[in-house]
């Protein structure tokens, strides 16, 4: 199968494009879930994890409206799974993260920035505790299960490191928690943010979270065993019906505005948790055991020389940013990068996320962005754009 790739996204092959096209073989993995996102419409995905991401059905615009006023069935199978499962599990999962994992409880799933032995961020994943010795690592899009099996090697621990066959879909929207109340009962209701129950599904029980990667509410739920995506997939929307449920994906504009990192495009292991704004997971007493601490404690001590910023863009909607956007001050030096952008419909006006220098991260600074299709003048300000 081959897929044309205009700047949009990838769409069937006949296509009337002169793109380029990307063949879909192997080492591009579909997910469980890949023949029903074709049936639904999908007209755009990318490579994440090595896998098919929808990114856009009907329309970036049409979707963001879609889903920040029902309930959208996402292929997240992306977020690949690395089980992390013996006696040294949390002990392994602690040389990677600054955050403190000694206060997870067995229902909690935990915001975990995973960094090298410089501080930099080599991914932003949920952990999920199984039990005291059994995690499952849902990444962002880079390959951490070796970086983990090549430490618990090196480091002589006792634990399995692997990819175990389970599948997060997501249920996101402000309706969906009347969908999976109607589906496995009001009890879902009461499941707290970053915790997880398990619950039945077409008589067979899955984990199921509250979490996922919009600001618009919902569920993951982690679909253990491929060959029952389809029908999980089915009762959903069957069930979703009244609520006017559809196929969805991650929105380019909804994360924007609500301020959700990208790992891969607002940070790299270039960055630190510190500069990323993720300060509050950076821990002192998981610093002294994690790999890249010393760096990230003196980092803390002295204050990052660079930090995640909201910024608002003049002028007409601006373009995809499929590069970084320098930002340069009054002299045209160049003090920070834009990373994401886009036209918020909601707030009427262009936003963006980038890294801004220390000297000119103070909200209401006058930048100028480097846009594709010409200068901008660039505002820094808080994010999430809630106070936009």
Same mark, same amino acid.
Request: proline letters at 6%.
């Given at each position: 199968?081959?897929?044309?790739?205009?700047?949009?996204?990838?769409?069937?092959?006949?296509?009337?494009?002169?793109?380029?096209?990307?063949?879909?073989?192997?080492?591009?993995?579909?997910?469980?879930?890949?023949?029903?996102?074709?049936?639904?419409?999908?007209?755009?995905?990318?490579?994440?994890?090595?896998?098919?991401?929808?990114?856009?059905?009907?329309?970036?615009?049409?979707?963001?409206?879609?889903?920040?006023?029902?309930?959208?069935?996402?292929?997240?199978?992306?977020?690949?799974?690395?089980?992390?499962?013996?006696?040294?599990?949390?002990?392994?999962?602690?040389?990677?993260?600054?955050?403190?994992?000694?206060?997870?409880?067995?229902?909690?799933?935990?915001?975990?920035?995973?960094?090298?032995?410089?501080?930099?961020?080599?991914?932003?994943?949920?952990?999920?505790?199984?039990?005291?010795?059994?995690?499952?690592?849902?990444?962002?899009?880079?390959?951490?299960?070796? =970086?983990?099996?090549?430490?618990?090697?090196?480091?002589?621990?006792?634990?399995?490191?692997?990819?175990?066959?389970?599948?997060?879909?997501?249920?996101?929207?402000?309706?969906?928690?009347?969908?999976?109340?109607?589906?496995?009962?009001?009890?879902?209701?009461?499941?707290?943010?970053?915790?997880?129950?398990?619950?039945?599904?077409?008589?067979?029980?899955?984990?199921?979270?509250?979490?996922?990667?919009?600001?618009?509410?919902?569920?993951?739920?982690?679909?253990?065993?491929?060959?029952?995506?389809?029908?999980?997939?089915?009762?959903?929307?069957?069930?979703?019906?009244?609520?006017?449920?559809?196929?969805?994906? @991650?929105?380019?504009?909804?994360?924007?505005?609500?301020?959700?990192?990208?790992?891969?495009?607002?940070?790299?292991?270039?960055?630190?948790?510190?500069?990323?704004?993720?300060?509050?997971?950076?821990?002192?007493?998981?610093?002294?055991?994690?790999?890249?601490?010393?760096?990230?404690?003196?980092?803390?001590?002295?204050? @990052?020389?660079?930090?995640?910023?909201?910024?608002?863009?003049?002028?007409?909607?601006?373009?995809?940013?499929?590069?970084? =956007?320098?930002?340069?001050?009054?002299?045209?030096?160049?003090?920070?990068?834009?990373?994401?952008?886009?036209?918020?419909?909601?707030?009427?006006?262009?936003?963006?996320?980038?890294?801004?220098?220390?000297?000119?991260?103070?909200?209401?600074?006058?930048?100028?962005?480097?846009?594709?299709?010409?200068?901008?003048?660039?505002?820094?300000?808080?994010?999430?754009?809630?106070?936009?």
């Amino acid at each position: 199968m081959a897929y044309h790739l205009p700047l949009l996204g990838l769409v069937p092959e006949g296509f009337m494009s002169q793109a380029p096209f990307l063949s879909v073989s192997r080492r591009t993995r579909s997910t469980p879930f890949t023949r029903r996102v074709e049936d639904n419409g999908v007209s755009a995905y990318t490579v994440y994890n090595h896998m098919l991401l929808p990114t856009v059905f009907e329309s970036v615009v049409a979707d963001y409206h879609h889903l920040k006023k029902h309930v959208q069935i996402w292929d997240v199978a992306c977020e690949r799974q690395v089980e992390v499962r013996g006696p040294d599990a949390a002990e392994l999962l602690q040389l990677v993260t600054p955050r403190s994992l000694t206060k997870m409880q067995d229902d909690q799933c935990y915001y975990i920035p995973m960094v090298n032995e410089y501080g930099g961020m080599l991914n932003d994943p949920v952990a999920v505790r199984l039990s005291e010795d059994r995690f499952w690592v849902s990444l962002a899009d880079s390959d951490m299960k070796y =970086w983990l099996s090549g430490l618990a090697i090196g480091k002589g621990l006792n634990v399995d490191v692997f990819e175990p066959d389970v599948s997060p879909l997501g249920v996101q929207g402000p309706k969906s928690d009347d969908l999976m109340a109607d589906l496995v009962g009001d009890d879902i209701r009461s499941l707290g943010f970053f915790r997880h129950r398990q619950y039945n599904i077409g008589g067979k029980d899955y984990l199921i979270a509250r979490s996922g990667w919009s600001k618009q509410g919902g569920f993951e739920i982690y679909l253990d065993g491929s060959e029952n995506g389809e029908k999980v997939w089915d009762i959903l929307f069957e069930a979703g019906e009244k609520y006017n449920v559809r196929a969805g994906c @991650p929105n380019g504009i909804e994360r924007i505005e609500g301020g959700l990192l990208s790992h891969g495009n607002d940070m790299t292991e270039e960055n630190t948790p510190l500069e990323c704004g993720l300060g509050k997971y950076c821990h002192t007493s998981a610093m002294k055991i994690c790999i890249g601490g010393d760096k990230l404690r003196a980092e803390k001590k002295n204050g @990052p020389k660079q930090i995640i910023r909201g910024l608002t863009l003049d002028g007409d909607h601006v373009p995809g940013c499929t590069a970084p =956007w320098p930002l340069r001050n009054e002299t045209g030096q160049k003090v920070g990068q834009i990373t994401g952008a886009a036209w918020s419909p909601d707030f009427n006006k262009n936003i963006a996320i980038g890294m801004v220098d220390k000297n000119h991260w103070d909200f209401g600074t006058s930048l100028t962005a480097e846009a594709p299709d010409g200068q901008r003048s660039a505002i820094v300000g808080p994010i999430p754009f809630e106070t936009v």
